[in-house]
């Protein structure tokens, strides 16, 4: 049960550079045998602190009390004007839309490309246009799928008096909408109180924007920062009272240092706010300017911002929490003596029970109770987990 990110963006923002920095693993983070699993589709990871420092423990499984836990990114090719109606590779863009949980919108903030992509003087395009683009392609494709059913839909709703919410969370099932999302985009437009036959196009648009903010939530990866006249940065991070979240950073300079870390040339790890070279005898002037010059970015942004934004989709937008099962409570081990074996995003509200049926149907069936190893409390199958928790868990299996 992987969680599954969109990256999205019009051609030339940088999206290949993000897919490709964001994808590209080194060795001691890596416990993935592929990076890439098909030529879109790569394995990344969000980044959290490992309860192993805190607890004084030798943890193979992190980077110096950081922990890497994959999650899935898809990079979305197509989005071009009109391709919700099957334009350029529409088709294949919205498909790869509907399997995410949420997406990583990259967008040009320097303002160099057009809508299209093209390239134009820095700061001669308005960004913020790029973000009303994808908003609009996503909602016609759902007000396209929502139109072309509507009789259909109207029958369903009146012979079989089947709860309209039901109808609706049916209809966008492949999208990941269920009957929730759609009850509060319902309730929001007020539409839960008018007969389905009676709504008018503007009301099925509006409904169709608010069910893909409740099902595709956004973070917007302001991409060349590094280069971006300060004013877009600005007016892009104005966005953030109207509910946005954006998320300044350079892609270039990420693959840069993963690729520097890579080689042996730097020490930094994906999120880290700064980096230390490691021989610099070995670099010439011209890799050293760039380097400090890389350097001045992370200073004044808190790193690149590529693994801000993985991390502000999972443990922001879409409420995950880690959890870390272990089989010996004394340990924090497996049956082996691993120490920490495994670290699982849950959703938060899950509760004991949930992490016993995510480490085995069987163990989920068969859950007696847990234990928080910190504590070695026990804890009862409805017990919510909270973020970092540690827990044994006991079954009769
Ligand atoms: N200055 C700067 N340039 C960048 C950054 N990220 C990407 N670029 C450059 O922007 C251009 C486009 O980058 P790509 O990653 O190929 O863009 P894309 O969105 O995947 O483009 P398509 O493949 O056409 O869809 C390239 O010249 C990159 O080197 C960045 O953070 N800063």
Redesign the pocket.
């Known amino acids: 049960m992987s969680i599954l990110i969109a990256l999205a963006?019009k051609?030339?923002?940088?999206?290949?550079?993000?897919f490709k920095a964001a994808t590209l693993a080194d060795v001691e983070i890596a416990n993935y045998p592929f990076t890439t699993i098909k030529p879109n589709l790569g394995v990344s990871y969000v980044r959290a602190k490992c309860p192993c420092k805190e607890l004084h423990l030798t943890c193979p499984k992190c980077s110096d009390g950081e922990r890497f836990i994959a999650v899935e990114l898809l990079d979305v090719?197509g989005l071009v004007p009109e391709a919700h109606k099957g334009k350029g590779l529409g088709n294949a863009f919205l498909d790869d839309m509907r399997q995410a949980q949420a997406i990583i919108h990259?967008i040009d903030a320097?303002g160099g490309t057009d809508i299209e992509?093209n390239v134009v003087p820095v700061g001669t395009h308005d960004p913020l246009d790029d973000i009303k683009f994808l908003e609009t392609e996503i909602t016609m494709w759902m007000f396209g799928i929502l139109h072309k059913n509507w009789v259909k839909l109207s029958r369903k709703a009146s012979a079989s008096g089947e709860k309209i919410e039901d109808v609706i969370a049916e209809q966008f099932a492949g999208l990941g909408i269920d009957n929730v999302m759609a009850k509060q985009a319902l309730l929001e437009t007020g539409l839960v109180d008018k007969h389905i036959v009676n709504w008018t196009e503007p009301e099925m648009i509006e409904l169709s924007d608010l069910l893909r903010k409740i099902s595709k939530p956004l973070v917007i990866a302001a991409?060349?920062a590094?280069?971006a006249p300060p004013q877009n940065l600005e007016k892009l991070k104005g966005l953030e009272k109207d509910g946005y979240r954006v998320i300044a950073c350079?892609?270039?300079?990420e693959l840069a240092l993963r690729n520097a870390a890579s080689h042996g040339f730097i020490q930094y790890l994906p999120g880290d706010k700064d980096f230390t070279i490691k021989n610099p005898e070995k670099l010439n002037p011209a890799q050293k300017g760039a380097l400090e010059k890389m350097r001045e970015f992370l200073k004044k942004n808190d790193g690149t911002g590529i693994q801000k934004c993985l991390n502000e989709v999972v443990f922001g937008l879409l409420g995950y929490i880690v959890a870390y099962p272990v089989e010996d409570e004394s340990k924090f081990t497996d049956k082996s003596g691993n120490v920490l074996p495994d670290a699982f995003l849950i959703k938060k509200g899950s509760t004991a029970r949930d992490l016993a049926f995510r480490v085995h149907t069987q163990i989920g069936e068969s859950f007696l109770f847990g234990i928080n190893a910190r504590t070695k409390m026990r804890l009862g199958d409805k017990y919510e987990l909270q973020d970092n928790d540690i827990i044994k868990i006991t079954s009769t299996k």
């Open positions: 963006g051609p030339n923002c940088g999206k290949s550079t993000f090719a990259v320097s992509g991409n060349k590094d280069i350079s892609a270039g300079i």
